[in-house]
């Protein structure tokens, strides 16, 4: 299916433009939200991931849980359709999170490419310091 071609929509997962050491990672697409002028709002969760992130035990993040995407990110992004599906993630904690904030005027969406977002966040988490016991 073509990337033009196609309608993002809930439930579907993609192959996308990956880093070069995660080529096995996809993306799902698990909730869609509009926008007041009809743009529409892509929730997405990334698996199979390789964040440097020195605060889990073993210091890799395997998961992006949830981030909201414009459908620019998704265009710049998403390589092959793969399949459809309603055995989809849970987004709930991520998505709740960021809607109470986007609702006060605290959180936006990201309109860079995946592979960028997942970049930018390893260097938030990896910056942190793994808390002592």
Sequence with gaps: MSVMAQDFAEGQIWQYK?????????????KVDSWPNGEKIFHIYVDKLKIKNPMLAGGIQTELPHAPVSEKTLKLSVTRFQKKTTELPNITEGYDIWKEEYDKGGAGVFTISVSEIITLIEGVVSSHERPRS
Excluded: F, K, N
Excluded at 18 to 30: A, C, F, G, M, W
């Design 18 to 30: 990956t880093r070069p050491e995660e080529t096995d990672s996809r993306l799902y697409i698990v």
